[in-house]
């Protein structure tokens, strides 16, 4: 048997997905930019999806561009804004426990152009609104953050932080990676600037993504509203926007099931020792979970022989796990867990079958 436990880092596609994308590959088969017939069936195709993905944020079409993921997104949003509006201030505030898709290009600001970046800490596991106003300065022109951690699950205080921005000229930036097709999410009402997201990460397929941006003053090429040159990927936009539209018809119940398959895997293994890393406000998609004196890379190991792919939600190079930069910035560089800890990331479309079998396969491992 195989379990797929690692749906954070990527999820199998939907039915809807792959039968929508099936479909236009067969008979949508022009280029949206063209003009003939071919062409122009194409385009209303792009046009529609624009508008659905746009009605699910609650936001204009204009406002939305696609790219091919959320690190492309992050780039456009960060890099793009920035170098435009340099004359306005150098200063971004971001987070210590975002992705290196975010992490990254800021670096490349401060390196490159001379950016300054204050990264705000956890404390007791959170980030607050509170800590960004602290940080904020008349020369701030972008704060960035992510709405649901990558490794944790934990989300962040987005309402909170939109409402600190009202009264400040920066703009907010949200990678929204982990947390788009999980929870109903209206950037205009959260004071959201930009968006990223991915299709992979909600049962859509992988090269794909979208970025929202209330602010179109960005660089970028003669296709999506000049903003990204590049003949539109349609098939692959095509499924992204069925894959999120399922998703959200199926929010509550998804939501609800995979709630459930959690607290299905918590109770069975209640009877070994382990701790959760986790804040107060949680995702359930997401469960990064530590045993004391196991080894995550033999625990990973030795589960991947049982056929079960689980993580430890950190970068993998060459085989050797890496510690997690989102642990060490929540509980110090000499922290057991940096070394004990492995993420379970749950998809609906698990069963309570396979929560039972990961909890029973782990208690023979860990001796229970």
Do not use: W
């Not at 204009?62 to 340099?86: D, K, M, P, V």
């Not at 459930?260 to 959760?276: C, G, H, P, R, S």
Request: aromatic share 6%.
């Amino acid at each position: 048997f195989l379990i797929y436990l690692d749906n954070a880092a990527t999820t199998p596609m939907s039915s809807a997905a792959i039968s929508a994308m099936t479909q236009v590959m067969q008979e949508t088969y022009g280029n949206p930019s063209s003009i003939h017939g071919h062409g122009r069936q194409a385009g209303k195709l792009l046009r529609e999806a624009r508008q659905e993905l746009a009605n699910i944020l609650g936001t204009k079409p204009q406002r939305i561009f696609f790219t091919s993921g959320g690190t492309e997104s992050n780039n456009t949003a960060i890099i793009g804004y920035c170098l435009r509006h340099q004359n306005r201030g150098k200063h971004i505030i971001t987070t210590a426990i975002e992705h290196h898709a975010v992490l990254e290009p800021i670096q490349y600001l401060v390196e490159n152009f001379g950016f300054e970046v204050t990264i705000l800490k956890p404390e007791n596991h959170e980030i607050t609104a509170e800590q960004v106003k602290k940080a904020l300065r008349q020369d701030t022109i972008l704060v960035s953050t992510m709405f649901a951690n990558n490794e944790t699950g934990t989300l962040l205080p987005i309402a909170e932080i939109g409402e600190v921005l009202k009264n400040h000229p920066a703009v907010y930036h949200v990678d929204a990676v982990q947390a788009i097709g999980k929870l109903e999410i209206h950037p205009e009402e959260l004071g959201i600037d930009f968006l990223s997201a991915s299709a992979h990460k909600f049962h859509g397929p992988r090269g794909i993504g979208f970025l929202y941006a209330a602010s179109t003053d960005l660089h970028g090429g003669d296709q999506e509203q000049k903003k990204r040159a590049g003949t539109e990927n349609l098939p692959a936009i095509i499924g992204m926007v069925a894959a999120l539209k399922n998703d959200i018809e199926h929010l509550k119940t998804n939501f609800e099931k995979v709630q459930q398959l959690k607290d299905t895997f918590l109770n069975e293994i209640a009877e070994i020792d382990y701790y959760l890393n986790q804040g107060k406000d949680q995702l359930p998609y997401v469960l990064n979970i530590g045993f004391p004196g196991q080894r995550n890379d033999l625990l990973l190991l030795r589960l991947d022989l049982e056929g079960i792919s689980i993580s430890t939600g950190s970068a993998c190079t060459a085989g050797v796990v890496q510690v997690s930069h989102v642990l060490q910035a929540l509980y110090g560089e000499n922290s057991p867990r940096l070394h004990e800890s492995v993420r379970v990331s749950i998809s609906p479309q698990n069963t309570e079958q396979e929560m039972i079998t990961l909890a029973k396969i782990l208690k023979n491992i860990i001796g229970g």
